[in-house]
């Protein structure tokens, strides 16, 4: 096939028409019925930290409205949330629910994984005998292996110690 720029310029037409549909097919479809659904469901739901919602804009069109991380929400007199702090691309953001439309998709539950690494680590600092923790500056750098009547030793982390087995080449 030849390429000439008649050829060309029918492509680039075709193109930017394909475009442009599949954006209207999304605004219309997809964030028109997330809309309506979640004015339906507006007194029914409640937001929760770390749910992916919508930001409104109000001098935008929805298709550019960003998406956004609930951080935090704020509970009126009567126990509902009347606001959240949400996180977007451009900073963190106070937003009242009528402002926010959520997603289906949740956020993973291991956002705080390093609270719940340190969590962990004192949970065992707190059940490891003091007798058997050796710290790493007393270890021997000898390459003696140990004999199986001795006690395995752990680190002050509770992770037990081996000593390395050598090929003799």
């Known amino acids: 096939m030849e390429l000439s720029g008649k050829n060309l310029r029918k492509r680039q037409q075709y193109k930017c028409k394909l475009q442009e549909l599949i954006r209207?097919?999304?605004r219309l479809?997809?964030?028109?019925?997330?809309?309506?659904?979640?004015k339906k469901i507006r007194n029914t739901r409640e937001f929760?930290?770390?749910?992916?919602?919508?930001v409104e804009v109000p001098n935008q069109k929805r298709l550019n409205w960003p998406l956004g991380k609930i951080l935090e929400v704020f509970?009126?007199?009567?126990?509902?949330v009347r606001l959240t702090r949400v996180k977007t691309k451009n900073g963190e953001l106070l937003r009242p629910v009528q402002r926010l439309y959520a997603l289906e998709v949740q956020a993973p539950l291991g956002d705080n994984l390093r609270e719940k690494q340190a969590c962990e680590i004192e949970h065992v600092k707190k059940t490891t005998p003091q007798q058997d923790v050796i710290h790493p500056e007393e270890l021997e750098v000898s390459g003696q292996n140990s004999s199986p009547e001795e006690k395995p030793k752990t680190t002050r982390l509770g992770r037990k110690i081996?000593?390395?087995?050598?090929?003799?080449?």
């Open 24 to 26: 209207n097919r999304f």
């Open 29 to 38: 479809e997809y964030l028109g019925q997330l809309r309506e659904q979640t």
């Open 48 to 54: 929760k930290v770390g749910e992916i919602v919508i």
């Open 75 to 80: 509970p009126g007199k009567d126990g509902t």
């Open 162 to 169: 081996r000593n390395p087995q050598r090929l003799n080449i």
